[in-house]
């Protein structure tokens, strides 16, 4: 399943290619791109070239030449047949995974230093799914995006207009993700830049000492934890060991004054 979600990802990017010897030249060029993603021992990919992508093992298409399923399930459960563990950037941003979990087979993938879930639409709370991805180097979790908001515009007609894009701008929700405390960070050691824009931390945030673990994340250069519902003082003690921090946004949260 994770597999036929990710090929979507690929088919959807490069939907307006052209038709060409049975199969969308785009659509076949996506599965080539996924399939270098992966390792396979026992060749189960073997029948993977030529132009007609359709007639590939595992690949089903539409009686137009859409690829509609990709099928790798392992069909000897136990013995390693297809494994991506060795990839190192995943972008999954503005998919929508219409508020499944996040796939288990994340935490696998140790090699990754490049991780961007950004709104694409999951619902789960964060506690350990992340902790062993200790290669990462960015990690975007944000699942609220800042937009134009035209509902809170209101123009006098008798006034100069004099704009504050500030106040123009809200987030919008892409799905739904929390997290119950930050302990999960301690060992991303290697993160540059963190980002949780719309993460809610309202749980993680009753804790006087929440914001502790991302004081041992030393190399981090950038950190986005707005709209997260924070509430209490900003942890600002419990940051100063941050040296490389030149970008710290906590917009839009519920800080005591
Ligand atoms: C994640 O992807 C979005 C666009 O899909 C991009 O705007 C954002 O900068 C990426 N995040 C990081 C940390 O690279
Ligand atoms: C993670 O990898 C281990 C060892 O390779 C394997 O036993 C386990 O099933 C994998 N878990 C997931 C969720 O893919
Ligand atoms: C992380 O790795 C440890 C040691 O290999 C393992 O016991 C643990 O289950 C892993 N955690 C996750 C969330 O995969
Ligand atoms: C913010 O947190 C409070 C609990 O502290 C909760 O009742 C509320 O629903 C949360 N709001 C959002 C937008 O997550
Ligand atoms: C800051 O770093 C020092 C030395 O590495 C460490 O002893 C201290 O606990 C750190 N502070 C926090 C708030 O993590």
Request: proline content about 4%; glycine content about 6%.
């Amino acid at each position: 399943m994770w597999l036929k979600k990710v090929f979507l990802i690929f088919a959807t990017l490069f939907y307006h290619f052209s038709l060409v010897g049975g199969c969308y030249e785009g659509e076949r060029a996506a599965l080539m791109s996924f399939k270098s993603l992966l390792t396979d021992p026992s060749n189960r990919l073997a029948s993977w070239k030529g132009e007609n992508c359709c007639s590939w093992k595992g690949i089903e298409c539409s009686s137009s030449g859409r690829v509609v399923v990709v099928n790798l399930r392992n069909p000897h459960p136990g013995e390693v047949m297809i494994s991506i563990n060795q990839i190192q950037h995943l972008d999954l941003s503005f998919n929508n995974f219409v508020f499944s979990k996040l796939p288990v087979e994340i935490s696998n993938l140790t090699k990754l230093t490049y991780l961007n879930l950004s709104n694409a639409m999951f619902q789960d709370s964060i506690d350990m799914q992340f902790s062993n991805l200790t290669s990462l180097r960015s990690l975007d979790l944000s699942c609220a995006n800042l937009v134009p908001d035209f509902s809170s515009v209101s123009v006098s007609l008798t006034l100069q207009p004099k704009l504050d894009v500030g106040s123009f701008l809200s987030f919008i929700s892409y799905g739904y993700l929390s997290s119950p405390n930050l302990r999960w960070l301690e060992g991303l050691r290697n993160l540059r830049y963190l980002v949780m824009t719309g993460v809610d931390l309202s749980k993680a945030s009753e804790s006087f000492h929440w914001a502790e673990p991302v004081s041992s994340l030393s190399n981090l250069i950038l950190l986005r934890l707005s709209n997260c519902n924070i509430s209490g003082r900003i942890p600002i003690g419990q940051l100063l060991n941050l040296t490389s921090l030149s970008v710290l946004d906590m917009r839009s949260n519920i800080h005591d004054t």
